[in-house]
């Protein structure tokens, strides 16, 4: 089965810049997907990396490297409100489930 | 901004009781599924339906849950007799096509079982 570990927690203050990772243990996978969940909230989409590389979305960045199975979620000019936990996904070919990681909460302070 | 929408948003069983979640995913949505968050861990996918039938599940989702699309809008989750460990949030989400890697996600359904 697919496995998706990610650090459980990070810290950091605002304005800073943090890397969320993202190992993954799988094949055949359309791409990876970050989550971002405010606490009792929602999962709400955030980035998509289908091939190889960096994808930027304003402050959000991600990054794929299907050789070295690892991803990673870049936070740029950190705001009190990037709080949340954090969460990269994979979606195997020939399924429909969305697969989760572990989850990283992030705690940014003043 | 269109959204997946659900009821209750909160809602307390005894054990044994049946349950019916309720959801509108996003109207021009094709595929449909509901996921599950017990407290404090990760998203864990419980089924996903299209063309009015279950298309995939896993194996969370055992003969005391169904699924069903009563109508054009709505699509519900069933629990037939509540567990303790069914305490959970559920999520309907929804997406345009197969490829789901972008699913929209309603608010959740917290379901605490006494």
């Known amino acids: 089965g697919q496995s998706l570990e990610q650090p459980s927690e990070v810290t950091a203050v605002e304005g800073a810049i943090v890397q969320i990772n993202c190992t993954y243990q799988t094949s055949g996978f359309y791409g990876l997907s970050w989550y971002q969940q405010h606490d009792g909230g929602a999962p709400t989409f955030l980035s998509y990396n289908a091939l190889d590389g960096l994808e930027e979305t304003g402050r959000f960045s991600s990054f794929l490297s299907r050789s070295d199975s690892y991803g990673y979620l870049l936070l740029q000019e950190l705001q009190m409100k990037d709080s949340a936990s954090y969460f990269c996904?994979?979606?195997?070919?020939?399924?429909?489930?969305?697969?989760f990681g572990t989850g990283t909460r992030l705690l940014v302070s003043p | 901004e269109p959204e997946v929408t659900q009821t209750p948003s909160h809602q307390v069983t005894q054990m044994g009781q049946e349950v019916i979640l309720r959801c509108v995913p996003i109207s021009n949505h094709l595929y449909f599924y509901w996921y599950r968050q017990i407290l404090g861990q990760k998203v864990e996918f419980l089924v996903s339906f299209y063309n009015n039938e279950i298309s995939e599940k896993s194996e969370i989702f055992d003969d005391q849950f169904s699924v069903e699309r009563p109508d054009g809008s709505n699509f519900t989750l069933k629990i037939r007799s509540t567990k303790l460990e069914d305490s959970a949030m559920y999520f309907c989400?929804?997406?345009?096509?197969?490829?789901?890697?972008?699913?929209?996600f309603g608010e959740g359904s917290w379901l605490t079982v006494v």
């Open positions: 996904a994979v979606k195997e070919q020939g399924f429909q489930k969305l697969v």
């Open positions: 989400a929804s997406s345009r096509d197969s490829s789901g890697n972008t699913i929209y």
